[in-house]
């Protein structure tokens, strides 16, 4: 398969100028780039490309991100049968938000993550990126004579970038990251309205943020954690996605390089949060059951035993990394 960048995303063009009708997918329990991606890709070749058929077909969504409008209704099997299917934003095939993407005649990748278990006739994946929206820009950029970009796809590739970069923070930004971002800003986006549908929160929800401060947990080398069971869950009426937005609100205390939050499932496993900054929890979380970016990873553990197992084991990681680095704060 060619890894070429400059031809990858020529023959992704190629195929789709070849067909009529296109699918687009994501991954399950979508965060703000898979939906941002998703949208934005499906915006931009309907503007440019008004005859073809395109659907953004997933078969879960998440409420916060609303804003950016509803997938397309599923379509028939037989849709499938002369269609092209792009899938963005997502490792592996398991975690495709649509179990139909075998039925397409071609399937194209195209994803930031890690690519451990490569997938798709077309494979475009550049693990370096910050995100799969920036993805989407370059190769509108690309092909910026023959694609149109409107004010609605930059608005949806604009919500990815800003999300997946934790707001153009994260060590994957580059100067690339932002000269693609300023493509997006130069289409008049409103930002006022769009980091308040990302960053506004009920009056319920700073509770919620105060019982965390006040019931997280802290090892001797500085990893932050914390325990969402599922009482929390029912006492705060918490979802699946506000309950895993609470690794986010571990990320700013000065020492803790480390930060954990353990989310119950209800269903006998529990859902792992890792982030990290100057020390990777990559290959941490890939000793259980997960993967992920060097400074942002997810696992799963089947019992609070096995957490306290991998609290250990990033402790002890994190004591020797302090230990023999210099620098970190
Ligand atoms: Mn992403």
């Known amino acids: 398969m060619n890894t070429d960048p400059i031809a990858v995303k020529q023959q992704i063009f190629n195929a789709i100028q070849s067909y009529k009708r296109i699918v687009i997918s994501r991954h399950i329990r979508p965060d703000g780039d898979a939906v941002g991606s998703t949208h934005g890709l499906a915006a931009l070749l309907r503007a440019s490309f008004p005859e073809k058929d395109i659907r953004l077909v997933s078969e879960d969504s998440s409420a916060y991100l609303a804003f950016l409008g509803p997938d397309d209704e599923t379509p028939d099997d037989s849709f499938y049968e002369d269609a092209l299917v ?10 495709v938000s649509n179990k139909k993407i ?16 490569p997938y798709g006739d077309v494979s475009w994946v550049e693990e370096e990126r910050s995100s799969a929206c920036e993805m989407i820009v370059d190769f509108y950029c690309s092909f910026r004579d023959k694609l149109t970009l409107t004010k609605e796809a930059a608005y949806a590739l604009y919500t990815g970038m800003v999300t997946d970069s934790g707001r153009f ?22 930002t006022e309205t769009l980091f308040a549908h990302l960053n506004l929160e009920e009056y319920e929800h700073f509770k919620y943020e105060a019982y965390v401060y006040e ?3 802290r090892t001797e080398n500085g990893v932050a954690y914390l325990f969402v069971t599922r009482e929390m869950q029912e ?10 937005n609470t690794i986010g609100y571990l990320d700013s205390i000065k020492n803790y390089l480390i930060w954990l939050a353990f989310i119950d499932n209800g269903d006998g496993s529990i859902r792992v949060r890792l982030r990290s900054r100057f020390i990777t929890v990559q290959e941490l979380a890939s000793r259980y059951h997960g993967g992920g970016h060097d400074r ?29 680095h210099e620098g970190w704060l």
């Open 86 to 95: 792009i899938v963005i934003d997502t490792g592996t095939v398991d975690r």
């Open 102 to 117: 075998g039925l397409g005649k071609q399937l194209i990748k195209i994803d930031h993550h890690i690519d451990d278990k």
């Open 169 to 190: 923070r994260f060590p994957s930004v580059t100067g690339e990251t932002l000269r693609l971002a300023a493509v997006l800003l130069d289409q008049g986006i409103d």
């Open 215 to 217: 019931n997280m947990q």
């Open 235 to 244: 006492r705060f009426g918490l979802d699946r996605e506000a309950a895993s």
């Open 296 to 324: 942002a990873s997810g696992a799963t553990v089947y019992s609070w035993e096995e957490a306290e197992a991998l609290i250990r084991e990033a402790d002890a990681m994190l004591g020797e990394f302090k230990r023999t």
